[in-house]
Structure formats: structure tokens, C-alpha cells
């Protein structure tokens, strides 16, 4: 059965998921839209940046997280000037480093979507007089709406999953950082096998549960095609 | 043209392939975190001494019994504990009576700033740090020689909030090398160089703080008919390798 530890992981882990979901849909529509209208020369520059993350092992972005959030980082040092101390083994560090690892899941559906509503809504509004922020909210908001629903869900589930780069930056701090991919590896070292599976299991029935209505009920087109 | 070009490629290739099992063969060795650095150096005079080679995988040793039960490839095991041998050994897995111990870890409180830590050990009464590092206790003996040492000094609750887990040695000397975590326990042999702590400032803690950290070795039976695995348990017997483990600050098994 679960146990208390494990229900806490459990709970750290949606913590973490939900604001870094909210945060990633936050800085993730702008980026979007912008990707999305651009004609700039710098668009395939910062789409490949954006895309790092899918590609990179997470140990890696893991291990570079820690060292420039470090001390003798340049992120450190701006946090420790700001009085903030330093990020690594705290809960303000692995929202931000989940939002790093996780943004490629809502910018390029946004992105996507962004892309296929076109000119024509748009030019349709601006001869009604709608200006840029009307237009967003009225038009493009609703029409992209399948694009916000996934690359919320992908967001969050994709966090979720995280491990290399929480292993990196954690520590390992209950109700902190000790989010539940790491618990189940945790077990699995410990040799508590019967604790691992439980933990694995919930999470497999949570994760596939959100995807099934993800693809099912919200008719959505597998992410393959999303992430082109 | 291009089928003489691609058959001497074959050729060339399948006699490579051939000349390696010929005349070496080769052991792959589930070497503990904190045995990294000697384990290498012992792999390369164990090279030029007897013409096998080994390839080294490196990890924490409750990782590797995970992998060996579920069928993982490994020939010998080299554990930063007793237990996880024996785990081995009770699932069968193992040749019998072929356990020893090859080493005795040493703990060591080290810091990557020069002058922080003490001879003594006083900076962790005086505090003044945010996070103190050391390995999960859960999973590696060093992170449990760590508690034992601080239950012994009566500061467990007073540390116990500003405790960072690596999953194992390596990770945890991560934290305190990139000094995000300003101090913690690590393996002696992962700060040690020419028998003095390399760099940064660290105090090796008295043996009588915490239970010896023995460290058993094992042939498995995936290992049995490979001439080079018991070669290698052989060598880490001799004179040239147990001068190298002695180098990285472990003390050796009485005979």
C-alpha cells in the first residue's frame, strides 16, 4: 500500500506540476503567438532553443541547472544579489527547472494552433474595429482552445514524469523536492519492490487516464503531429 | 567495384572482431560510486599485467542488485556494502564462498572552500551553512556512516533539517562541488590525492564514530566461465592493486 511518505510525494509532485503548468502557459502564449507571426530571422534560432529540452538528456539540463543556479552560477549570483539565496534544493527551483524542461510541451501546440487559425479571423476582426488584446481574447483565445487544452495537459503530465533533472537539482527534501519519480526510484535502490509498484502503478493509471481523455474525448490529433 | 570495396571492409571488420576474443577476453565489473577513481586505475594495471581487460559501469550498489536480478549482464560486483553480495548470494545468483571484502571505506566531511571545515569537526556545532549534503542513508553505507557519526555528536535534530540526499556518493559530492551545499560526507577516496585532501578543506572522520565501512566484492555465475573475471578478483588481491586502494585513503581487509 501507499505509504504517508509516498502520498506527500505524491501531492509535491501535483504542487509542482500545477504551477509550473500555470507559469509555462503564462510565458508560453507569448512565445507562441510570437513564433507563430513572426516573419523575424531569428524565429528558427528560438525555435530550436525551445526545442532543446526534448532532445537534451535530462541529466544534462539537470546538471547545468545546478551549476549556473549554483553559487558561482550566473543565475546564483543574480538570485543571491536579489536576497533570494540560491535555487537548488528548493521548491521555487524545481518549479523553475520543470518549467525549462517542460516548456516544448505548451509552446509548440500553442504554436501549432496559433498557426492554423491564420489571417483571415484576424483581418475579420481588425476591420471590426477589435483591437490586438480584443482580438486575442475574443478570437484567437476560442478558436485555439484545443491547442491551450493540450499543451496544458501535456505540460503538466510531462512534469509529472520529470526525473533526470529533479535528481539533479533536488536533493531529495520531503515536502520540498522529493517529487515521486524519485520516490519510485528510491524504492526500486531500496530494494521495496512492493512499495514501488503501488507508487508506479498510481501514476500509470493517473497518466494514462488524462491521456485517454486527452485522445478520446477531446478528439485531439496524437502528439507526434503537434511536436512537427 | 563497390562489392570488392564493402567485402575487404567485412573482412577487416570480422578480423577485428575475431584478433579482440582470441587472445583477451574481457569482464564487464558493476564497480560502487565511491570506488570510481581506484577502480580505474586498478582496471588499467590489471590490463597490462594479464592482457584481459575490464569495462567498468559505474552506479549505486542497490542499482546494480536491481539489474543482476532482472538479468543484468554484470560478471563481478564490486558493492560499496556488505548487504547487497549477500542479497545476491541468497537469490543464487552468485559463485558460493566467492564474497570478500576488498576494501574499508572512509568518511570524510569535506567542503569545496578552502579553510571551512576543521580537523575537528566543529563547524557542524557552530552551523552557519544552509545544507549539509551526504548520500541517502536508504541506499548507500557512506550516507549511513554519516548518521552514525552525527547521532554519535548529538546533532541529528539540529542537522537533520538542513540535510540534502544525493541517490549516491557521486551525486552527493555533485552538490557539495558545485557548492551549492556548503559542506557534507563523502567518500575520502573521492577528495584524496598523493594521501592528502586534493582541494578545498575537510576533516576525516575517527573510525570510532561509526561502524567500518566494509565493502564486499563477488563473482557472479553470469561470470563463472570468463577466465577474466576471476583474474580480476584475483588481482584486486595483489600487492600493486591493494597499494592503489590504500592510495585513495581505504584501509585494507585484515587477513
Do not use: C
Not at chain 1, 478558436?143 to 510531462?158: D, R, V
Amino acid at each position: 500500500m501507499l505509504t504517508p511518505a509516498d502520498l506527500d510525494t505524491l501531492l509535491l509532485t501535483f504542487k509542482v506540476a500545477s504551477i509550473a503548468t500555470l507559469l509555462m502557459l503564462l510565458l508560453g502564449t507569448p512565445l507562441a503567438w510570437w513564433l507563430a507571426r513572426t516573419h523575424s530571422a531569428w524565429k528558427g534560432m528560438i525555435n530550436a532553443i525551445v526545442a532543446l529540452p526534448l532532445v537534451l538528456p535530462p541529466t544534462v539540463l539537470g546538471f547545468y541547472l545546478l551549476v549556473l543556479m549554483g553559487p558561482s552560477g550566473a543565475i546564483g549570483e543574480f538570485t543571491n544579489w536579489l536576497g533570494l539565496g540560491t535555487l537548488p534544493f528548493t521548491f521555487a527551483g524545481l518549479v523553475i527547472a520543470s518549467v525549462l524542461y517542460s516548456m516544448p510541451f505548451v509552446v509548440q501546440p500553442l504554436q501549432a494552433a496559433f498557426t492554423t487559425i491564420g489571417e483571415q479571423p484576424l483581418e475579420a476582426a481588425a476591420t471590426l474595429r477589435a483591437g490586438p488584446l480584443d482580438t486575442f481574447f475574443s478570437v484567437v483565445v476560442p478558436l485555439a482552445k484545443p491547442g491551450f487544452l493540450t499543451a496544458a495537459i501535456l505540460g503538466f503530465t510531462h512534469t509529472v514524469g520529470e526525473f533526470g533533472v529533479v535528481l539533479m537539482v533536488g536533493g531529495n527534501i520531503p515536502d520540498k523536492t522529493r517529487v515521486v519519480s524519485v520516490q519510485i526510484y528510491n524504492h526500486v535502490e531500496a530494494l521495496e519492490y512492493s512499495e514501488a509498484h503501488w507508487l508506479a502503478g498510481v501514476l500509470l493509471v493517473f497518466s494514462f487516464s488524462v491521456l485517454l481523455v486527452l485522445y478520446t474525448v477531446l478528439k485531439t490529433q496524437p502528439v507526434a503531429h503537434q511536436l512537427k | 567495384m563497390l562489392q570488392t570495396t564493402l567485402s575487404r571492409v567485412f573482412i577487416t571488420l570480422a578480423l577485428l572482431l575475431v584478433g579482440q576474443t582470441s587472445w583477451a577476453a574481457s569482464v564487464l565489473v558493476a564497480v560502487a560510486a565511491n570506488f570510481s577513481k581506484p577502480m580505474t586505475e586498478i582496471a588499467a594495471e590489471f590490463e597490462k599485467a594479464t592482457g584481459h581487460s575490464a569495462k567498468l559501469s559505474f552506479g549505486s550498489s542497490g542499482k546494480f542488485v536491481s539489474q543482476i536480478e532482472n538479468g543484468g549482464p554484470f560478471e563481478v560486483l564490486l558493492s560499496a556494502d556488505e548487504k547487497s553480495p549477500q542479497k545476491l548470494e541468497q537469490s543464487g545468483l552468485t559463485v558460493p564462498d566467492s564474497q570478500f571484502t576488498y576494501a574499508l571505506g572512509k568518511l570524510v566531511l569535506w567542503s569545496a572552500k578552502p579553510g571551512y571545515v576543521d580537523n575537528q569537526g566543529k563547524i557542524l556545532t557552530t552551523g552557519g551553512f544552509k545544507h549539509l549534503a551526504l548520500a541517502d542513508p536508504k541506499l548507500a553505507p557512506y550516507g549511513l556512516a554519516a548518521m552514525e557519526v552525527l547521532k554519535k555528536m548529538g546533532l541529528m535534530e539540529k542537522l537533520q533539517p538542513l540535510f540534502v540526499q544525493g541517490e549516491n556518493i557521486a551525486q552527493t559530492y555533485q552538490f557539495i562541488s558545485t557548492a551549492n551545499a556548503e559542506l557534507g560526507f563523502v567518500a575520502l577516496s573521492q577528495v584524496i590525492e598523493n594521501g592528502k585532501i586534493a582541494t578545498g578543506s575537510g576533516w576525516i572522520i575517527p573510525g570510532d564514530y561509526y561502524a567500518p565501512i566494509r565493502q564486499g566484492a563477488v563473482l557472479m555465475k553470469k561470470g563463472a566461465e570468463n577466465p577474466a573475471a576471476p583474474a580480476l578478483l584475483d588481482y584486486l588481491k595483489s600487492a600493486p592493486a591493494l597499494a592503489i586502494i590504500e592510495k585513495y585513503g581505504y584501509d585494507l581487509p585484515q587477513k
